[in-house]
């Protein structure tokens, strides 16, 4: 999948979801844009970027891949996101992040690689999120090694936009997105670092939160 994506087709489902929210100021201020932006995405003169592709989805309950592509059924307003359950077990799709390199962390496409199946109960009682609100992403890329190793998985939950406590955040940056640890400061401002001691922190006032990352997972 490509990290921008404006046809006529795209266009219908952006539409869908602006029906849903009732308003194309109301999805613009859940998603965190301006409303001339989804206006030009909604006329073909802009493109979202990856980060607000996942915004948008996030906002309308909708598939990132249903909304991009069109692949699954939107099922309304309220389509499953990212997991299908099948009796005791949910299949969340695994999306695949390719970075500008390995050194910066920041997501240039994104592409779903296949499922992977969770116990429900096991991500309602030690989790304690809602399916529909995760996102499973395998990381390509080294700036959180040694937590997050290349190839890892990671859960992030998608309906914790905003920090609340020291941990590691799925981002918004730029153009696209990042994985770091966040943390506050004595003095109220937010450090925001890689694990990987090789790249440096920086602190901020605010920062962009997609969500929050709960499971790690990977190679021994």
């Known amino acids: 999948m490509s990290t921008t994506v404006v046809d006529a087709a795209f266009r219908s489902r952006l539409t869908q979801v ?10 613009a201020a859940s998603v965190g844009v ?35 592509t069109g692949d699954e059924p939107a099922q309304g307003a ?11 077990f949910i299949f969340m799709p695994r999306n695949r992040i390719r970075f500008s390199s390995r050194r910066d962390g920041t997501i240039r496409s994104e592409q779903v690689v296949d499922s992977i199946a969770f116990r429900a109960a096991w991500v309602k009682r030690v989790l304690n999120a809602e399916p529909r609100d995760l996102i499973l992403i395998e990381v390509v890329g080294d700036s959180m090694a040694p937590t997050v190793e290349d190839s890892d998985l990671i859960l992030a939950n998608l309906a914790e936009p905003r920090f609340r406590q020291d941990g590691i955040y799925l981002l918004r940056h730029d153009s ?42 990977g190679c021994v």
């Open 34 to 68: 301006s409303d001339n932006a989804i206006y030009k995405w909604l006329s073909g003169r802009g493109q979202p970027s990856v980060a607000n592709l996942v915004a948008l989805a996030r906002a309308g309950r909708v598939s990132i891949e249903w909304l991009a």
């Open 78 to 88: 309220q389509a499953s996101t990212r997991a299908a359950a099948h009796g005791d």
């Open 18 to 27: 602006i029906q849903s929210f009732g308003s194309v100021v109301a999805l």
């Open 176 to 217: 696209g997105l990042a994985v770091k640890r966040i943390q506050r400061r004595p003095d109220g401002k937010l450090l925001v670092r890689s694990d990987n001691p090789k790249y440096e922190a920086m602190v901020v006032s605010s920062v962009s939160i997609i969500g929050r990352v709960i499971w790690i997972g």
